[in-house]
């Protein structure tokens, strides 16, 4: 018995843990420069009670058997679709987009939490397929509705990086499962075709504006390209070692907006320079390399695809957040994972690798 127990502590990623851990406690000291003194709210401490809540939530998921899940994920899954639905009708409306739901203690974000539950759908819907075979149209069907459904419902709040990339870790689930050739080709000349009428009728006039002043922040500087160029300034200013704790002038003055949620890596760049985002760096590279690493030993397909789908999931999200605060990319709504505040972002995160740790710590010891 004390053997059996030997091998799960030495199956348990402590070193997983541990990068989380840093990564959230750099999270909470920047938040705390970008909001201290400023506003009413008190950012800090909510931030601290949903990492709580995240933390025991966490626990909770690496103590259950990570296949409980394979049992319940069409119903969470339809649980969160009916949520998103309904936030239309009684969601909260923050900067001219309805998102949330109010349940009194915290805002719920259903489309947040409807990207990991996409991924225990998809995983549930894969893990007895046939993995020789690769997919054609007809195969597609299903797991298209169910990454495409809750994804344009997102987009519709509006909600363009969400639902996006809801679609981006439904793709890359489909690209390990196996797609034939042919249709990615078929689905890339699509796109290249379709994209003039996409511009014309599936973009509102703001999400054009955004993409005009990517490639153009100065057409219009005080006003579409404000955040781009502010963005730019705070992070080209902080230089090799920063400005200093709390002495960032774009962050103090608030030049830069939003820089406790999806601008966090203006803060730490403009504060802490080119090191501080060194070991920001670092640290998620070891994080995906230890994601990786027990994605690639799970016991079953359905832990498998649920590593694929949590690691795609954060490394594009990481992606996409630094490289539209350095204007490579154009600005859209997408947190910066374990850093940026936000209760149910923090709660989506942690649970994700909540669940990767679990699959790596049932793992067969052979």
């Known amino acids: 018995m004390e053997d059996i127990e030997e091998g799960q502590r030495s199956r348990f990623d402590w070193p997983l843990l541990l990068v989380i851990l840093l990564l959230v406690g750099m999270g909470l000291v920047n938040i ?19 990492l709580t809540v995240a933390l025991v939530a966490s626990l909770g998921v690496i103590l259950l058997d990570y296949r409980i899940f394979d049992r319940v994920a069409y119903v969470l899954y339809g649980v969160n679709l009916f949520a998103l639905a309904l936030v239309p009708f009684l969601g909260v409306t923050r900067n001219g987009a309805r998102r949330w739901i109010d349940l009194g203690a915290f805002n719920w974000q259903p489309s947040e939490t409807m990207k990991i539950i996409t991924i225990l759908a998809l995983a549930k ?31 519709s709040q509006p909600d ?15 690209l390990f499962v196996g797609i034939r050739p042919k249709i990615l080709i078929g689905a890339c000349i699509l796109g290249i075709v379709s994209f003039p009428i996409f511009w014309q009728y599936g973009l509102k006039a703001y999400q054009k504006d955004r993409i005009v002043t990517f490639i153009n922040p100065m057409r219009d500087p005080r006003g579409e390209g404000y955040n781009a160029i502010q963005s730019l300034i705070a ?14 002038t774009q962050t103090q003055l608030e030049f830069t907006p939003e820089g406790h949620t999806d601008f966090i890596f203006t803060v730490l760049a403009e504060e802490w320079g080119l090191i501080g985002a060194i070991v920001l760096f670092l640290l998620y590279v070891l994080m995906f390399y230890r ?10 397909t359905f832990g498998a695809l649920l590593g694929v789908g949590i690691t ?17 990319f154009p600005i859209v709504g997408i947190p910066l994972p374990l850093l940026s505040y936000g209760g149910t972002s923090l709660l989506t995160s942690m649970l994700g690798l909540a669940l990767l740790m679990n699959v790596g710590f049932r793992r067969s010891i052979f």
Not at 37 to 48: I, N, P, V, W, Y
Not at 160 to 174: D, E, F, P, R, S
């Open 32 to 50: 705390y420069s970008a909001t201290h003194g400023h506003g009413d709210g008190d950012f800090l401490t909510k931030q601290l009670i949903a």
């Open 125 to 155: 819907f894969f893990q007895k397929r046939n993995q020789v075979k690769k997919m054609g149209l007809k195969d597609l069907v299903i797991p298209g509705l169910i990454a495409g459904v809750p994804a344009l419902m997102t987009i």
């Open 291 to 300: 994601m990786v690493g027990i994605s690639s030993m799970a016991s079953d």
């Open 160 to 174: 363009l990086g969400t639902g996006g990339h809801i679609l981006i870790v439904g793709v890359a689930i489909l």
């Open 312 to 328: 795609a999931l954060l490394a594009s999200q990481i992606f996409i957040n630094i490289a539209m605060v350095c204007g490579m």
């Open 235 to 248: 992070v080209g200013s902080g230089e090799l070692t920063g400005k200093g704790y709390q002495k960032g």
